[in-house]
């Protein structure tokens, strides 16, 4: 029996457990260390909802990192995204610095789109995506996304830092909305 729970009025239905999430994560991490072996790295954690992925993934690094943050919104975006993307951040610091991008989940790519291009005209030494969640049929960005935890079905999900109109962040499990 699938755990179901009630936000804001919407019933969500349990999709991927807090034990799957953890195992994935420590994957992940297992590829990042094997790929950046020797280097230093920067985290760009996008905000809000990539905070918990992150901080798991980071206890799992074992590499020379520092942390950053950065807040892309896509605006007017309810149960689905918009193509209208706003950084706020000053980007200029990654020059030269390998970066890995920090998501908690791609849906149209729009937004991981425009802060990868923004991000690409300071120069860095390389851009790379890790993304805890991956919606293939609604990506139409082309963005290619190196680190994927799971891929889903396009339908709007919540837990595990992710929300529904900022509700449903502190959920240890990821959610999907019921038809
Ligand atoms: P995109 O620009 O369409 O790829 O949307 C990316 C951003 O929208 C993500 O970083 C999330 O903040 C938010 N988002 C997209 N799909 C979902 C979802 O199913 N649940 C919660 N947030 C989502
Ligand atoms: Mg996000």
Do not use: W
């Not at 007017?76 to 918009?82: E, F, I, M």
């Not at 963005?143 to 889903?152: A, H, L, M, N, P």
């Amino acid at each position: 029996m699938k755990k179901s729970i009630q936000i804001q009025g919407y019933t969500f239905t349990s999709l991927i457990s807090e034990n799957n999430i953890s195992e994935r994560v420590q994957q992940l991490a297992e590829q990042i260390n094997n790929d950046y072996a020797g280097e230093e790295i920067v985290l760009l954690i996008t905000l809000k909802g990539a905070i918990l992925f992150a901080a798991d993934l980071m206890r799992n690094l074992d590499l020379e990192l520092t942390v950053e943050t950065i807040i892309a919104k896509s605006y007017g975006k309810k149960l689905t995204s918009n193509g209208d993307v706003q950084i706020i951040e000053n980007i200029n610091k990654f020059s030269g610095k390998h970066i890995i991008i920090i998501e908690d989940i791609i849906d149209t790519g729009n937004t991981i789109n425009a802060l990868t291009k923004k991000l690409f005209d300071y120069y860095p030494a390389s851009i790379e995506i890790c993304s805890l969640i991956l919606k293939p049929e609604s990506n139409t960005s082309g963005i290619s996304v190196k680190y994927v935890g799971f891929e889903i079905e396009p339908k709007f999900v919540i837990g595990y830092g992710m929300d529904f109109n900022e509700f449903g962040r502190n959920l240890k499990d990821i959610y999907i909305i019921e038809d």
